[in-house]
């Protein structure tokens, strides 16, 4: 076999560098979940507090639809409870603590979604901006 | 052989059998919970062609003017920029250029001196709409033209196809030029077109546009595929005219001259 060590060392840093993400995380602290401030007056969101961890994006995603391009401005959840479609008027009537809640696990997470590029933050609200 | 081969299809076929019935509905739970709704709001006012009457007649002193167009860009954030990056949802202008195709030169001192309001047009058939190449631009079944912010690329096109100059384009972060913020409303980030939406937020919570309330009954706006409507009998009782119709957009706003 001709070029059997090339071949063999670039299999090897093939490997290395593929496997990479794995070695480089060993040792390394596993995730926490941040420590949220919840809303203090209410005790359950619209939804499951697991479901909306997972989804609440993909419900997002499904509000803005509804209510700009189809006109049902309204949500009628599992519990048969109906809410106005509004990230400002209902999500962060709760959340008022946009930067302990939201920002937390987005940071944490690294993903900026760039939904208060526009929508109104109610500190920023408070700060009269 | 033959055996096996049958043997081996009819377990991939039960694992495959059990793998869906298994997979499927749980991979779907995961998105939307199956007993959730989306309904109208209740007390939404509806229509089935909306359509809007100016009594320019009512619009005399500079304040008439004010307090509407304040009205509207209060209630939906649109910036104060001075000069050639304008944010305008509905502004005023001059007869000549309301009306370019009905002005003479011998025009009545009244229109020559006074001003207009102007608003997107809401067209029946609206090049906006049929340019715009995200469908952030589009048409409701109630005639009103919505813009979908979240979907704009700022592409332009729509403000090229608008022969009414009735949209707005974001050059840079409106948000620093919008005085006291409306929390209930969103505002809008650079490079993002926008327009008067004819209230339709408004109107899925059972109000009128906030120009019209605003108007003392110098802005009427009503359902035009009714033949009852206030607006109908309006435009029944009034010679009424519209901007530049011989370009064939077919727009919805009037004017009683
Ligand atoms: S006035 Fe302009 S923006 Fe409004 S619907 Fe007509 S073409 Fe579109
Ligand atoms: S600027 Fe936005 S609304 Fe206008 S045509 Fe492009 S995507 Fe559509
Ligand atoms: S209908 Fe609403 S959005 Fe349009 S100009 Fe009047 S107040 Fe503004």
Redesign the pocket.
């Known amino acids: 076999m001709y070029d059997s060590g090339k071949i063999l060392t670039g299999l090897i840093i093939f490997l290395l560098l593929i496997t990479f993400p794995f070695w480089y995380n060993l040792g390394q602290a596993s995730y926490e979940p941040p420590d949220l401030v919840l809303p203090e007056d209410s005790q359950q969101c619209i939804e499951p507090t697991q479901w909306m961890r997972t989804n609440h994006m993909e419900l997002l995603n499904t509000w803005r639809d509804m209510s700009v391009r189809e006109g049902l401005t309204t949500f009628v959840s599992t519990s048969g409870e109906s809410m106005e479609i509004s990230l400002q008027k209902t999500c962060m009537d709760c959340h008022t603590d946009k930067v302990n809640f939201c920002d937390e696990c987005h940071n944490k997470a690294a993903v900026s979604p760039y939904c208060w590029d526009c929508h109104i933050a109610p500190e920023e609200v408070a700060n009269g901006q | 052989m033959d055996n096996n081969r049958r043997t081996f299809l009819k377990i991939a076929g039960i694992s495959a059998a059990l793998g869906l019935s298994g997979g499927i509905p749980l991979s779907l739970q995961a998105y939307t919970p199956a007993d959730v709704e989306y309904v109208p709001t209740k007390g939404q006012i509806t229509g089935k062609r909306w359509g809007m009457v100016i009594d320019t007649r009512k619009f005399t002193k500079p304040e008439d003017f004010q307090r509407v167009i304040e009205a509207c860009h209060q209630t939906h954030n649109v910036p104060d920029i001075q000069g050639n990056e304008e944010i305008k949802w509905i502004w005023t202008d001059h007869f000549e250029q309301v009306f370019p195709s009905s002005s003479n030169p011998y025009l009545a001192e009244r229109y020559e001196q006074q001003d207009f309001l102007l608003l997107?047009?809401?067209?029946n058939n609206?090049?906006?709409?049929r340019v715009c190449p995200t469908k952030a631009?589009f048409q409701r079944a109630d005639g009103i033209?919505m813009m979908d912010f979240h979907r704009c690329i700022g592409c332009r096109y729509?403000m090229a196809?608008?022969?009414?100059g009735?949209?707005s384009f974001n050059f840079s972060d409106p948000k620093p030029y919008v005085q006291n913020l409306n929390p209930d409303f969103p505002a809008r980030m650079r490079g993002v077109v926008e327009?008067c939406t004819f209230c339709a937020a408004r109107l899925e919570q059972g109000q009128m546009p906030a120009c019209v309330e605003a108007s003392n009954g110098g802005l009427i706006f009503g359902d035009l595929s009714d033949p009852d409507s206030e607006i109908r009998k309006v435009l029944r009782e009034n010679f009424t005219v519209r901007r530049k119709v011989e370009l064939g957009?077919n727009?919805c706003v009037f004017y009683i001259v």
């Open positions: 997107c047009n809401h067209c609206p090049p906006c709409v631009t033209i729509c196809g608008c022969p009414y009735s949209r327009k957009t727009p």
